[in-house]
């Protein structure tokens, strides 16, 4: 989405969710999950819980460079994550991980709280199951995609 100087952000905004409807209904969604889930009450708690309230800080913080570069980089990352979002592949992927991210995390916590000797021949013998060999492959490929996406970001 681009916005064009002298045009209402909050204008260029709306007409981007007119003119992108699924993306718009996607987006409700997920707000509406949040607030089902009760991730927005707490996210407002811990706001509360962390804001300042002295006018004097807020006026510094208003001020500050710093602050006001990252609320820009962070407004510049939402429409790239629409529009993964929006793409039903990328929805769909990142709906199977997060519904099941209980199960693989306590997978990974587990494999580092209890790690498993392997040899070379038991690691041979992995392969044999579909779903190592599915998740290795996946990973592989996740590595080469992410190592052809990071060499085109600028700089060193």
Excluded: H
């Excluded at 494999?111 to 041979?124: I, T, V």
Aim: avoid cysteine; glycine fraction near 6%.
């Amino acid at each position: 989405m681009e916005v064009n100087e002298g045009n209402d952000v909050v204008e260029e905004l709306l007409k981007f969710f007119l003119e992108n409807r699924e993306i718009s209904f996607q987006f409700l969604d997920l707000l509406k999950s949040l607030k089902d889930s009760g991730a927005i009450e707490d996210l407002a708690a811990f706001a509360r819980s962390v804001m300042p309230s002295s006018s004097a800080l807020v006026k510094e913080i208003g001020s500050s460079e710093e602050i006001i570069s990252s609320i820009s980089k962070f407004g510049n990352l939402v429409p790239s994550i629409l529009y993964a979002v929006s793409i039903e592949n990328s929805s769909d992927t990142l709906k199977a991980i997060l519904y099941n991210s209980d199960s693989i995390l306590k997978a990974m916590v587990s494999g580092a709280k209890n790690p498993e000797q392997f040899s070379l021949f038991k690691l041979f013998a992995l392969f044999k199951d579909k779903e190592f060999t599915k998740g290795f492959t996946a990973l592989i490929n996740m590595i080469t995609a992410l190592g052809k996406a990071l060499a085109k970001v600028p700089g060193e």
